[in-house]
Structure formats: structure tokens, C-alpha cells
């Protein structure tokens, strides 16, 4: 209890404090995460952002929040229903659907529309439906899912009720890139470097088969065998950083120590779409478990998954394509680390025609990720539903 108390004592005097009720809006962006993706599609004062990580606190909110809970005894009440009565808008829409508070949002209020547009691909432990699977047979409800592709859409029909949207990725359609684009003659590898966490991410179990060590020392073998594969073939071997900053730097050094100096090159995401410039000039992808490498495959470009994470910790979600349930190798794809695998798929997929992939792309892609330019899905439902744009 006394711990509770230093706890909500540290969040209050930590803060930041608005004094000013929230503007009444049609929209209300639940998560100022993403919303920089989201708010060009509104009109702007249409618009409210409610802070759900602690960046701010309402005090008018907090004040009747406190009443109706405390006075009027609405146990069932939170914070987040009092900031919706306030702002009182037709949609509240998020960017972070793997937000299990998100789903039960609708129960408490509604009047209002409920929409979530997944940000990421998703996987078994470590997310979100790790999450799900341990709610009990909660009821969730959101209005509409906006997600990557059929196969997703009904893993999350299995928990939360709604209307699913097939649109691909937001931010992938959102991006338009120039008209003319020179391909290079190049391997775009798509980094998967995280620095390793201070404390522990994911239950004792799943830590115990999960090894920050061990997946970096697998992505260190693996762009090696595709410097010294580029070499073989005249083709240039490129690393798509994944972070800003000085997580950018230590990306880089991490990079440098396993190919050392040579013809290879770093390309630092330097703003919000950089890596999307690299992805759409590259010539062919290798991506281990990346929502990038999957939007590229989205757009048609030529792809090889090298998926050995599922093999390293034993995540059936780091599988290709999951959670549908594909083969352990397909035409561009493989779940474990077999270098000779490896070579004879690039060796295949570049060879391949436009034609030949274009089929291939159908077959498989399609029904993981879908590809919707300017979200046009997004604009009309929102039309339908009364919200300015």
C-alpha cells in the first residue's frame, strides 16, 4: 500500500500539469504515439490528443474523474471515460493497437466510434496476444480494425469483436515516393539491432529461451555471409538502420564490428520515412523479422525472409507470415539458419522475372499485407462516419 501511494505521489509531482479542460473535438487521438502519421488525414481543429504514457495530466478531468468515482461510487469509471465525456467526439481512434486498455473503451462508452490502425507486424510471446491470451475470455470491442492483411484480421477476430479493414500498412501507404526512382544494384538489409534492455522485457519463461546475445551474434553471422555473397555477385551490401540519434550510433558500431571496414554501407534513418527512400531504391531486401521488409513486399519489391528468430527462443511468431501457418521454407523465405538455403534463395530471386514474381507475390503476399496508396480505405470510412477531413 505505502509503496502504491510513493508510487501515484511520484507520477503527480512528475507530470505535467493542464489547468485547461480538453477542447470538444470530433477526433480523438488515444496515444500521442503515431499520431504525427495520423493528424495530415484531419482536419487539424478537429482534433484533440489524449496523453495515455504519463506525458500529461488533466486536472479538470482528474478533478471529475475523482468525483464520480469517489462521490458517486462509479467504480467502473477511468480516467480515460471523464476525458472522453469531455471531448466528446464521434471517433477515437489509435495508432497503437496493441493497447489491451484500447479494447474495452467502447463497453464503457457507447456512443462513440472506437478505431485502431495496426502500426507493426505481430507476433506470438512478447505481444500483444500474449496479453489476450491471459484476459480470462474478457469481452473486447472495437468499432474498426484497420490491419495489415486477412490473416491477422482473423487472429484478432478470435478476441476482440468488430469490423476488420484490410489496408496493409498505414504509414507505408501514407508514404508516396518520387515518380522516378533509380534501382540500385544492391542488398538491402534490413536492420534488426536493439540495444540490449536493463531489466526484463517478457515473463521468466519466454526470457529464459530469449537471448539478446545470442540473436545479435545470429544477425552478425548473417550479414556476413551477405557481405561475402555481394562480393561473389558485384553487388553492394547495404544495412537500413532502424534508430535515430545515438542509438544510430551505437546501430552503426555494432554493424562496423562484424564487417569491419569494406564496401558495404550504413544508411542511417535520419527522419520519420528515410528507411522507406531505402527500401523503394534497393534492388533486393533480407529481412529477419521487420514490418518494413513486409511493407516492401507489399509494394512488389523483390524480398528474401530469413526468419531464424521462431528457431533461436522457440516463438512460433517470428515464423514467416505468421500467424498464418506457411511451410518452414518457401520460394523467398526460410524459419531457420541454413547458409546454403540462404544463398540458393537470393540466387533464385534475383534470377526470377517480373512476371515470375508478380505470381509469387500474389500467391503469398496478398493475403499477409495488403497495399492501399493514400489510405483511401481510412478516408472513406471516416467520410461515412461524419468526421471532417
Known sequence: MIRGLIKRAKFLLGTQKIWRGPKKSDVLI??????????????????SIMDVRNETLNMPVLMMYLIRRYVYKK???RYLDEYIKAVSPRVVVTLIDNDEKFYSIKHRNDKVKTIFVQNGIRGGYGDIFE?????????YHVDYMFVFGSHIANKYREYVSGNPVVIGSFRNN?????????EEKSVLFISQFRPKPKKRLFSDEIEDNFSFDKKHQV???????????????????????????????EEYDFYREALGVGDWEFKARTKLFSSYEHMVSAGIIVFLFSTLGYEALSRNKKCVAFCVGGSLDENPGYRFGWPANFPDAGPFWVNRYDENKFKQLLDNIIRA????????????????????PGNSKFIGVMKELGVPM
Not at 500521442?32 to 482534433?47: E, I, N, Q, T
Not at 489476450?132 to 474478457?138: F, V
Open 30 to 47: 488515444y496515444d500521442r504515439a503515431g499520431s504525427d502519421v495520423l493528424l495530415p488525414y484531419f482536419r487539424r481543429s478537429s482534433v
Open 75 to 77: 467504480k467502473s469509471h
Open 131 to 139: 496479453c489476450l491470451n491471459c484476459s480470462n475470455g474478457r469481452k
Open 174 to 182: 501514407h508514404y508516396k515516393p518520387p515518380e522516378k526512382i533509380a
Open 219 to 249: 544477425e552478425k553471422d548473417l550479414v556476413r555471409f551477405l557481405n561475402r555473397y555481394c562480393n561473389e555477385k558485384g553487388l553492394r551490401l547495404q544495412i537500413c538502420g532502424n534508430h535515430m540519434g545515438k542509438l544510430s550510433l
Open 353 to 372: 522475372s517480373d512476371e515470375e514474381w508478380a505470381s509469387i507475390q500474389t500467391k503469398y503476399v496478398k493475403p499477409l499485407i495488403g497495399f492501399d
